[in-house]
Each structure stands twice: as structure tokens, then as C-alpha cells.
């Protein structure tokens, strides 16, 4: 893929994620779609999320990878709880990297719970470029109240 690759829109069916912080818009932009009872995440790997290689770099890999496991945590605590809204914290996150994924890649997020207590959220998922893996995650995250959301820094 080259930069002209990165400027392509998301295929049919993804709508764009509205953040609510300064650092997911610093990192996106981020895109959704139901798919039975998954949320999937997904961006485009851009020249300002890679490294020197035209490799999507690391780093964010890993913050999308916070996200997606995050979103799922989220939705399994609402179900439960019958919320209108969830909310967790990243306790642990474990990332292996399988493959890479270039500028121009679509990037497809998709996790799941493995188990739900009152207090923790056993989480797994992996990021894939078509069908190829690029990486796997599995995390633990702590189910908090929710607060008073900060507004994004203009």
C-alpha cells in the first residue's frame, strides 16, 4: 500500500467513531460496525501512524488494541448491568505482534469477553488486515463507576 492508499475511505457499512478525548482523536480517525453482538473498530493506517519503515507503528497498534479490548469491556457491562452506559480501566494488557500492517492497510479490531466478575473484565481479541493477523491481546480491566466525562482539549 502507498500514501494514496491511506486517503481511501472506510468500506461500505463502517461509520466514524465520535471520541470523547483528545488523545482518541490524536490517534484516529476510528471507525464501527455492528456485527451480531461485536462491536468491530477499525482504522486506516495513515503516513502519522507509522514508523520510518511505512509500517503502522507499534505504539499505536497497541492503543488501538487498548481500544477495541476497551469497547467490548464497555458493551459487556452495559448488557449486564442493564446501563446506559459502562466503564472500565486498563489493569493489564498483553499484545503479541504477528505481522505488520503498512500505510494503506485496513485495520479491523474485534474482541470478546472471556469472563465478567463484579469487579474485573477478562478480555481477548485480535487486529486484522483482511485476514491476516497482525496481532493478538488478551487483558484484564477493572469495572468502575462511571465519571464525569472531561471535554476534549480544543
Known amino acids: 500500500m502507498n500514501d494514496a492508499a491511506a486517503e481511501l475511505p472506510p468500506p461500505e457499512g463502517w461509520e466514524k467513531v465520535s471520541h470523547v478525548s483528545a488523545f482518541a482523536d490524536l490517534i484516529g480517525p476510528s471507525y464501527q460496525r455492528r456485527e451480531g453482538e461485536i462491536t468491530l473498530r477499525a482504522f486506516r493506517v495513515q503516513p502519522k501512524h507509522a514508523n520510518r519503515m511505512g509500517l503502522a507503528h507499534g505504539g499505536m497498534l497497541m492503543s488501538f488494541a487498548d481500544n477495541v479490548l476497551s469497547r467490548a469491556g464497555v458493551m459487556a457491562s452495559r448488557?449486564?448491568?442493564?446501563?446506559?452506559?459502562?466503564?472500565?480501566?486498563t489493569l493489564r494488557m498483553t499484545c503479541d505482534f504477528v505481522a505488520p500492517a503498512a500505510i494503506g492497510d485496513w485495520v479491523e479490531g474485534r474482541a470478546w469477553v472471556e469472563r465478567l466478575s463484579a469487579s474485573t473484565i477478562f478480555l481477548a481479541g485480535k487486529l486484522t488486515v483482511g485476514k491476516r493477523v497482525v496481532m493478538t491481546m488478551t487483558g484484564l480491566w477493572a469495572r468502575v463507576r462511571p465519571r464525569p466525562l472531561v471535554p476534549p482539549v480544543s
Do not use: F, N, P, T
Request: hydrophobic share 25%; no cysteine.
Open 79 to 89: 448488557e449486564e448491568q442493564e446501563l446506559d452506559q459502562g466503564a472500565s480501566v
